[in-house]
């Protein structure tokens, strides 16, 4: 019986926390996958999302480029976009988009287990953000 607590006091004390220490790295959606829409259930494709060390970030979808500044406040990644471009270089020379300086607000994700997570009402659809660690 000693032996059982004793062992289970040690796991206990070098098991990983809710999510690894560092959240430095790179993030990725799931790919779409039965398994993964069971899992997750939607959840918007294609994102990429590198954290540097520096504080600086690049998130990329299949249509735009943004980077920016990043911080973690509690369990919350904040993500202060500086700079949103279009892939498509022709959508960069639109007089609308041209600044290049199309940001939305802060950007918050909270850290799950998994990876980050966020959820946005876009149009009238509740959109899932779901980021895991490479």
């Known amino acids: 019986m000693k032996f059982i607590m004793l ?3 040690i796991l206990s004390c070098t098991s990983p926390s809710k999510f690894e220490q560092s959240v430095i ?13 069971v899992r997750y259930g939607s ?3 294609d994102l990429n999302l590198e954290l540097k060390q520096d504080g600086t970030y690049i998130l990329t979808s299949c249509a735009q480029i943004t980077t920016g500044k990043w911080r973690q406040e509690d369990n919350f990644i904040l993500l202060e976009c500086l700079d949103r471009k279009f892939i498509i270089d022709s959508a960069n020379h639109n ?4 600044k290049g300086k199309i940001c939305n607000d802060i950007e918050k994700y909270e850290i799950k287990d998994f990876g980050l997570y966020k959820e946005e009402l876009v149009g009238n659809r509740l959109a899932k953000f779901v980021l895991l660690k490479k």
């Open 7 to 9: 062992l289970f006091t």
């Open 25 to 37: 790295g790179e993030y990725a959606s799931p790919k779409n996958s039965f398994f993964n829409k």
């Open 43 to 45: 959840f918007v494709l």
């Open 95 to 98: 007089e609308a988009y041209a």
